[in-house]
């Protein structure tokens, strides 16, 4: 007997060993491919979501092929996945074919074919690992299979952060590209040595036994599909209202995921004791995040984050908790994990496609809170003392008509008094008890939930929707157009501002924020007629509002290059921004990653490029690495001059610049810009410009163009390298 269990032991770890590789190595993966294909489709969010949905398409199908594969002999399959395992090897090193996107095709749909094709056989055959092997697990155990999912996302979890922190910093593409390549040949040999545990024809007895249970119904599928899809759906919504309305740090987005992957290795452990107590506190977290749905500002930022991830957490626990509650028998456990990943993709379809399509702010944040309210189960907080509300059914309706009005009051929908802060509170405290007295009965608490986000910022958001061209959304973000107090007209892209206008008469068309005429463009821009001529040609990618605009001289010809077509719908429209109508009526607005569309110019076509084409805190590395940079290089005019906007709240981004115009002989120097309080009133913002030229002359009268405006050397550190198309990691260069 002792022998017999020490031998299913041993079995365990070796089927733990291989779904824990597999895991890693399909997280791995995604990242790393993403980095490949950065510099040949550019940074779009469209090309993301693709990439995503590409992803999510062959981990679907990666499923599918393990529940088909269940039909056959065990020893058959064994064969068959062996024989699928080999064949994908021809696509290794693991690597982009070659080939750039036709101009008349979008590099969101061209992504379809690159990353499918490319990787896609790869992907598919390592998707497939953890619900096959957990299936080929039942036949050589009686234990319960489930269980064995909570290591294979522990290896998932693991592979997320190993990229960006391990792998990334300290390995060329290629290395990179040779090292997955080599894990995947480890993982055919833990697959075969799994394999060789499975019987001939025969099952264990307990996967015998569970043959003859009946198939779930079809009510118990679409509760596995609901509570699968509204935690990936919460994902990719908490990573968005993190990143864009809270704090727009760099590597955030891992964060949301890493504890997506964590939720389900506690919510399908053995041990129930913890599931069950996240179930238990989960409405009360999913009011805190309710309270802070539609903040779009915050004092206090990392607190708000905090509580944020937090909620993630424990919500996701609480719905994979009740997913594995709701688990079927051995028998159909592949079919189990197949509509759990049809649940998942319509929960990332759902956010990535479908929501920026219709919604001008990300609704679907506050909505999949609700969702989240609906699907939990928990017992009445009070107990006997809340048994009345089960009296009838007018107690509900009288809740729920006291809930809407006590929203509309606290936001001053009903009477302008509801917008002092004293009746903005009893009705929040109000709701907040109503909706305490209801957790345990779901929807009344789901909409207690809705009138508490609705009385803290709900309706406002939604009057602003009703204005045309206050809020505007697209694949890249969402804008705001508003003023700021009576001297500033603003353009808002979550917590950033990308563009001020002046409201003051006659000021309208004066270049602010990071632009201002002392900043280091401001001064390239004023100086261009003197350094290049009457006829300089202009190049800047990143429109914004449009600011850089009214810059331009009699006689310059001017190109934008800017990725989102919303953005150049709101600078281009008068009643928002005055800068291109004013300055630059018919300016030429070129739309697309500006990496691919530069390419296209003739050499030698500008004399001046400006790149401004950070979105938030965000870092478009393609745009920074040493083959962007021969590339401006080679579109400029030899005596021309580059300008890059490198202000940023979390990243110090001049080793970069530094060490690559010393590997590319430029020479370079710094503008740190800091207005005068003399200037207040002209709304001018701090910034820091790195200005670089092949023509150390040229760079010089530009540093000697302006007596009162200092400009500062940039060395790169001893030993930094700088970033290419084959290498490149923020960490070294993050402000901690």
Not at 624 to 635: M, V
């Amino acid at each position: 007997m002792r022998r017999a269990c020490l031998a299913e032991g041993g079995s365990a770890r070796r089927f733990v060993l291989a779904i824990c590789a597999g895991s890693f190595l399909l997280f791995l993966v995604q990242p790393m491919v993403a980095r490949m294909a950065l510099p040949r489709l550019g940074g779009a969010p469209s090309v993301w979501n693709s990439a995503m949905l590409v992803y999510q398409a062959l981990l679907l199908a990666g499923y599918g092929y393990a529940h088909a594969l269940g039909r056959l002999a065990p020893r058959r399959q064994a064969t068959v996945h062996a024989l699928l395992f080999l064949l994908a090897a021809l696509a290794l090193p693991i690597g982009l074919f070659a080939g750039d996107p036709p101009a008349v095709i979008s590099p969101a749909l061209w992504v379809l074919w690159l990353i499918g094709g490319s990787i896609g056989s790869l992907f598919f055959v390592v998707a497939a690992q953890a619900p096959l092997l957990q299936r080929w697990f039942t036949l050589t155990s009686d234990r319960d299979p489930y269980p064995l999912y909570a290591p294979s996302n522990l290896g998932s979890f693991a592979g997320l952060l190993a990229y960006p922190l391990l792998v990334e910093p300290f390995m060329p593409i290629r290395a990179q590209s040779l090292l997955w390549s080599a894990g995947y040949a480890l993982l055919f040999l833990l697959v075969g040595w799994c394999a060789i545990r499975l019987p001939r024809h025969e099952a264990a007895p307990a996967a015998r036994a569970s043959l003859d249970t009946p198939r779930p119904a079809a009510r118990t599928k679409l509760h596995w599909l609901a509570l699968s899809a509204v935690p990936s759906g919460l994902l990719l919504s908490t990573s968005l209202h993190l990143t864009t309305d809270i704090v727009a740090m760099p590597l955030l987005w891992v964060l949301p995921l890493g504890i997506y992957l964590l939720s389900f290795t506690f919510a399908f452990s053995e041990k129930r004791a913890l599931p069950a107590a996240l179930a238990a506190v989960a409405p009360l977290l999913l009011l805190m995040a309710g309270a802070t749905a539609f903040i779009d500002a915050t004092d206090f930022p990392m607190i708000v984050a905090v509580v944020t991830l937090l909620v993630l957490f424990v919500v996701a626990v609480a719905l994979h908790g009740r997913l594995y509650d709701l688990r079927p028998a051995p028998a159909h456990l592949t079919l189990f994990y197949l509509i759990m990943s049809v649940g998942g993709m319509l929960g990332g379809l759902f956010c990535a496609l479908l929501a920026p399509l219709v919604f001008d702010w990300t609704y679907e944040h506050p909505l999949l809170l609700v969702a989240a309210a609906l699907l939990l189960t928990r017992a009445p907080l009070f107990g006997r003392a809340a048994r009345w509300l089960d009296r009838g059914p007018w107690i509900a309706a009288v809740l729920l008509v006291a809930g809407l009005l006590l929203s509309l009051l606290g936001e001053g929908v009903l009477v302008p008094a509801g917008k002092s802060n004293g009746v903005k509170a009893a009705c929040f405290v109000a709701i907040i008890g109503m909706a305490v007295l209801t957790i345990g009965r779901r929807f009344l608490f789901a909409a207690m939930l809705a009138y508490l986000m609705l009385c803290l910022g709900g309706w406002s958001r939604l009057a602003l929707s009703t204005v045309p061209g206050a809020m505007t959304r697209s694949y890249f973000g969402v804008y705001m157009v508003r003023d700021n107090g009576p001297s500033q007209h603003v353009l808002v892209h979550g917590t950033t501002v990308h563009g001020i206008q002046n409201r003051a008469k006659g000021r309208e068309t004066d270049p602010t924020s990071y632009y201002a005429p002392l900043s280091g463009v401001g001064i390239a821009m004023r100086h261009a007629p003197a350094l290049f001529g009457p006829g300089a040609r202009i190049g800047v990618v990143g429109l914004g509002a449009g600011t850089l605009a009214c810059y331009k001289a009699a006689g310059q010809r001017w190109r934008f290059y800017e990725i989102d077509p919303a953005m150049a719908r709101i600078a281009r429209d008068p009643k928002a921004f005055q800068f291109l109508a004013r300055c630059q009526p018919d300016a030429d607005i070129a739309i697309g990653d500006a990496r691919i569309k530069l390419a296209r110019e003739p050499a030698h076509a500008m004399d001046l490029l400006v790149i401004d084409a950070f979105s938030s805190d965000s870092i478009p590395m393609h745009l920074l690495t040493r083959e962007a940079l021969a590339l401006y290089r080679r579109k400029l005019s030899p005596r021309g001059l580059l300008l890059i906007h490198i202000s940023n709240r979390f990243i110090d981004l001049r080793p970069v610049l530094a060490s690559a115009a010393k590997a590319d002989g430029l020479a370079a120097a710094l503008r740190h810009y800091r207005p005068d309080r003399r200037d207040a009133d002209r709304n001018y913002a701090a910034s820091m410009w790195v200005a670089l030229s092949p023509d150390p002359a040229q760079l010089q009268r530009l540093v000697a163009s302006e007596r009162n405006a200092a400009w500062e050397p940039i060395d790169a550190p001893q030993g930094f390298r700088p970033w290419s198309d084959d290498y490149g990691s923020i960490l070294p260069v993050l402000k901690f």
